[in-house]
């Protein structure tokens, strides 16, 4: 086993502090990559402080990240994909177990084995995975993922979680050219969300609460704006949209954005807020509208994500931060005070 330098919270009310975990030695499918920028995802903030306990009790100490850039640094004498050198990334998904249907349709990450990339039961170490906030990490060939050379890294390193969470449900939902999409909440995943929204050719309309991220949500690619506290500005788009995008990390009114879809159109969370949201029945009946969730995305679809974003200069607007300015992070993640991702700068935890 190789000792490496991380980050790990003690229990639910810990700030996140420093700490030696171990690595497996590479077995004959694994790569070992060097960790250099790790974002901070709002499900690492909800996973630190537990408060997914009902459905995934957080298991301590818990090395949270998932959203990884790096650089390889070994692999095992089976592997065919990657060599010393190449610059790859890991997402949500360590393993999976690469039989079931889910597996077999390249939608790993609705697989009953999947191995998250921490606080998941490890199968070669016991206790549970340790994510990046860490030095290094040593993972199956098959849940590497390649990151085109040109993208800035600190950029790219969001896309790994932020980045296909909010391609996937727009490619499910087929999000075109002549498609009217909501993103609702302009944090790490809504500004990815209004970037691929653009790409996609639709016309974008932001949702936020925050008044002064107006001018950045026109920057970042939408047509329109609308504060959602503003009702009547709400109202005028009532029974418009083909597509919304909820990407609110709290307690919200789900029924004031059903009520914007036109018939047939899909309204999908991928926020995951600590409490059930209440939904008006009527709202779904009249309009023939949906409401459904989505979960990151399968390792081939994240593989086309990425290429997608290499195609066109895709990466997440970041602050650069060092690893002990972490505590800090998260409380400023929590009163949205963030454009729009924190990328955190690995080197950093040298000097721990
Ligand atoms: P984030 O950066 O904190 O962004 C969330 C945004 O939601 C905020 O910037 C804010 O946008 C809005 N918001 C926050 N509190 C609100 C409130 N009380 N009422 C209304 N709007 C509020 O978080 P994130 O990293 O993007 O993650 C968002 C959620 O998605 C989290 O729950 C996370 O766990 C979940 N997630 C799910 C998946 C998946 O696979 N489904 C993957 C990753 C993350 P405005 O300032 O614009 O209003
Ligand atoms: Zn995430």
Same mark, same amino acid.
């Given at each position: ?58 298991? *301590? ?56 990339? *921490? ?10 995975? *340790? ?222």
């Amino acid at each position: 086993m190789n000792e490496t330098k991380a980050y790990s919270a003690a229990s639910a009310t810990s700030p996140l502090a420093s700490t030696t975990i171990s690595r497996r030695e590479t077995t004959e499918r694994d790569v070992q990559i060097e960790i250099l920028f790790c974002g901070i995802c709002h499900s690492d903030l909800h996973t630190v402080r537990d408060e997914w306990s009902s459905v995934m009790a957080t298991t *301590y100490p818990c090395v949270p990240g998932h959203e990884i850039v790096g650089r390889v640094t070994g692999i095992g004498s089976a592997v065919t994909k990657f060599k010393p050198g190449d610059l790859v990334g890991v997402g949500c998904l360590v393993d999976s177990d690469h039989t079931c249907s889910q597996c077999s349709d390249g939608l790993e990450q609705f697989c009953h084995n999947a191995t998250f990339t *921490y606080n998941s039961p490890d199968k070669h170490l016991g206790g549970v995975t *340790y994510g990046g906030y860490s030095e290094s990490i040593v993972v199956d060939e098959s849940f590497v993922l390649r990151v085109p050379t040109t993208l800035d890294l600190a950029g790219a390193a969001p896309l790994l979680c932020a980045g296909i969470t909010t391609y996937s449900p727009m490619r499910h939902w087929g999000v075109t050219a002549g498609k009217k999409v909501g993103v609702v909440g302009i944090g790490g995943l809504g500004h990815m969300g209004v970037k691929f929204a653009r790409a996609f050719g639709a016309h974008v309309v932001v949702f936020t609460t925050s008044p002064s991220k107006k001018d950045d949500a026109f920057r970042l690619g939408a047509h329109e704006v609308v504060i959602s506290t503003n009702a009547d500005k709400m109202e005028q788009h009532a029974g418009t949209f083909d597509f919304i995008l909820d990407t609110i990390a709290a307690e919200h009114d789900l029924n004031a954005y059903i009520n914007l879809l036109a018939r047939d159109g899909n309204l999908t969370l991928v926020g995951a807020p600590e409490q059930p949201l209440p939904v008006a029945g009527f709202g779904l009946l009249f309009g023939r509208r949906s409401l459904s969730g989505s979960l990151i995305g399968g390792i081939a679809e994240t593989q086309e994500m990425l290429d997608f974003c290499g195609e066109h200069g895709i990466t997440a607007d970041v602050e650069v931060i060092p690893i002990q300015r972490i505590n800090e992070a998260y409380e400023r993640m929590l009163r949205s005070d963030v454009k729009y991702r924190f990328s955190i700068d690995m080197s950093s935890l040298k000097a721990e």
